[in-house]
């Protein structure tokens, strides 16, 4: 059992963890010279042959206040404080409520120097203590008289006897999660390299394994664990771990930084939150009000997009995006301090619902229904819920970030299709969805034809465009294919049009263009103009052109820019070449097809154009399982 301290500066804290454990955690020459703990310190003690209590001793004074954060972040119960010459202090107000804005819920009362104060006065804080936990879930916390300073103290004895008691209740950690462990401490030790400690909030590491920085993304093995201060070759969740790490320098972590599962290492610099502010906090956050927010043991500035409302007001519970100054690592669920701009109170906090916040459409109300599923998901752990919202399916890469479960342990929901993607990953999408997603594609081609009468219809990719630009592209050429077998849509040349459609040129128009696509298909990768084939075949020139774009709105032939068109044969051939270049560059294409530089380009523009390619950067990448016919 991991137990955090809390309370006022000079309190007894550190004096406690003492006499609990027999560990002096003031290691630093600074807090021995002041009196005082200025960083976390951690110490551990058995409790029974199978149970080890690690005491977080967090510093009390104000200043410190992001340290207190990082500290309680991940442990299993809070040992709040209070001086009996003292009472209720400031820092005991705002220690308490970061320990409820965290989510700590399990705890006990310490009433220390008890041989400082008289039984008037002790009566007098108990009952100040008894009244300021009432509203909280540590109502009913039992309260423990002791001095620690004296040896074998009653008090602190029936206190690590109520520990151990409360280590046993505890529930099993899920070991089944992908590993996470927040950093709070990094340092080097000679012979050994680099060692972080943290608390490790989800799933189990090993000796030899493979782990990320989070954010940075640097790859780093595990040569040895301590686990509760004990030499081990496992590390579980729930635990104080030292990890020593290989393949990173110490200048590479930094407190606050993230061990994580590989598959958990992508970061993003806006989350979806429900924060809540405190009815004392003195603020109302407005949009891109400034705060600090303290996640894990990290420490960032944010600044707020409200997702709901026009102003939160103090006391009430809203959603908003925090606009972070750097990349953060979370999950849904985890739990976050803020302190105002000025960092110095603590305003409120809440929990992550989306890790990974969009720049755009942040109010729509397809975001609102997926918050609401993270938030079903949060409480009840059914990733159907957020299947249920997601139109367009859900990868199950995202499944795995947003679950922390590996993928093999995500079970698709009944009904759930699986479509298999790039580099391994796969898509769920539920059947209902799917089809909703052909209805959209044959109102989408209703509509085109609608429009564009004279035109035989879109081609695959400029149809995704209209449909769905966000779509997985092996969903989208799933759906398309689908509905071709059905013979629900049609296919002429690279147009798609609905059954129903068609654009024919009659039998005067077929005889006029016949000569016409002879002289296109001569003419290979280098087709005449309109006004080369108006010359050679002696026909006025918007005749000639209105002949050419009939016939490519019918999908016979293709139209790369104006006046300028390509028999589908040696089209086909260009698009077949650009499969066998190791990479389509313009001076790559110029040298394999022999034109110009300027064809090369307008060519290759033209194949990203109906998503045949797409371009990055210089170059041109055919599309995964996409064939030209």
């Known amino acids: 059992m991991i137990i955090g301290t809390a309370g006022h500066i000079d309190h007894g804290k550190t004096t406690l963890t003492r006499a609990l454990t027999g560990v002096d955690t003031d290691r630093l020459k600074e807090e021995k010279a002041r009196g005082i703990s200025i960083e976390l310190g951690y110490a551990y003690t058995a409790l029974t042959e199978h149970d080890t209590l690690g005491v977080i001793d967090v510093p009390g004074h104000e200043k410190f206040i992001r340290t207190m954060a990082a500290g309680v972040t991940g442990i299993d119960a809070a040992l709040l404080v209070v001086a009996a010459d003292d009472g209720i ?3 005991t ?9 965290l989510g700590v819920k399990r705890g006990a009362v310490a009433l220390t120097k008890i041989d400082r104060a008289d039984a008037a006065q002790i009566a007098r804080i108990e009952a100040d203590i008894a009244a300021l936990l009432a509203p909280t879930d540590f109502a009913g916390a039992p309260v423990f008289h002791t001095n620690a300073t004296e040896a074998d103290d009653a008090g602190v004895q029936a206190l690590r006897a109520y520990l151990a008691q409360l280590a046993a209740t505890l529930p099993a950690s899920d070991e089944r999660r992908l590993f996470r462990l927040g950093v709070d401490r990094v340092f080097t030790l000679s012979g050994q390299g680099t060692i972080v400690t943290g608390t490790a909030l989800a799933g189990t590491v090993r000796v030899g394994d493979t ?11 595990v040569r040895s664990i301590h686990a509760q201060n004990q030499a081990a070759q496992t590390g579980r969740a729930g635990q104080r ?14 407190r606050g930084t993230w061990i994580v599962a590989p598959a958990l290492a992508e970061c993003s610099q806006r989350i979806d939150v429900e924060l809540t502010l405190t009815p004392d906090c003195g603020i109302t956050l407005k949009p891109w009000s400034p705060l600090h927010v303290h996640l894990g043991a990290a420490h960032h500035t944010a600044n707020v997009v409200l997702l709901d409302g026009e102003a939160l007001a103090p006391g009430h519970t809203g959603r908003v995006q925090l606009v972070l100054d750097a990349p953060v690592h979370a999950v849904p669920g985890d739990r976050f301090v803020i302190r105002n701009a000025q960092a110095t109170a603590t305003v409120g906090g809440g929990v992550v619902l989306d890790p990974f916040g969009p720049a755009r459409k942040r109010r729509s109300s397809a975001r609102v229904d997926w918050l609401d599923a993270l938030a079903d998901f949060i409480d009840q752990g059914d990733t159907a819920a957020l299947l249920a919202r997601s139109a367009l399916g859900l990868r199950v890469s995202a499944l795995v970030r947003l679950s922390q479960l590996p993928a093999a342990l995500i079970a698709a929901p009944p009904g759930a299709i699986n479509v298999a993607l790039a580099g391994g990953d796969a898509l769920l999408i539920g059947a209902a969805d799917v089809q909703a997603l052909e209805e959209r594609v044959l109102a989408a ?4 034809h609608e429009r564009a009468p004279d035109d035989a219809g879109p081609e695959l990719w400029r149809l995704k465009r209209i449909v769905s630009p966000e779509m997985e592209e092996r969903l989208w050429s799933r759906l398309v294919d689908a509905l071709l077998a059905a013979g629900r849509i049609v296919r002429r040349g690279r147009s798609l049009h609905l059954p129903r459609h068609s654009v024919e040129l009659g039998a005067e128009e077929q005889a006029l263009v016949a000569p016409l696509l002879v002289s296109l298909l001569a003419g290979r990768y280098d087709p005449p103009w309109v006004r080369d084939l108006v010359r050679e075949h002696a026909m006025p020139e918007a005749e000639v052109r ?8 019918s999908g016979e032939i293709s139209q790369v820019v104006p006046d300028l068109f ?7 051939e260009l698009a077949q070449l650009l499969v066998t270049l190791p990479q389509v560059q313009a001076a790559s294409f110029r040298d394999a097809t022999g034109l110009g530089r300027k064809r090369s380009i307008q060519i290759l523009e ?19 399982d996409t064939a030209w016919s």
């Open 566 to 572: 390509y028999h589908p044969q040696p089209l086909a």
């Open 546 to 553: 209105r002949l050419l774009r009939k016939l490519a709105r």
């Open 606 to 624: 033209f194949f990203n154009r109906v998503g045949y390619t797409r371009r990055v950067g210089n170059i041109h990448m055919v599309r995964p």
């Open 445 to 448: 081609l209703a509509q085109f």
């Open 241 to 254: 771990l030292a990890l020593n790490l290989g393949g990173v320098a110490r200048e590479d972590i930094a």
């Open 89 to 91: 202090m400031p820092q």
């Open 93 to 101: 107000l705002e220690h308490l409520a970061i320990l409820r804005l």
């Open 211 to 221: 782990v990320t920085l989070a954010p940075g993304g640097q790859l780093a093995r």
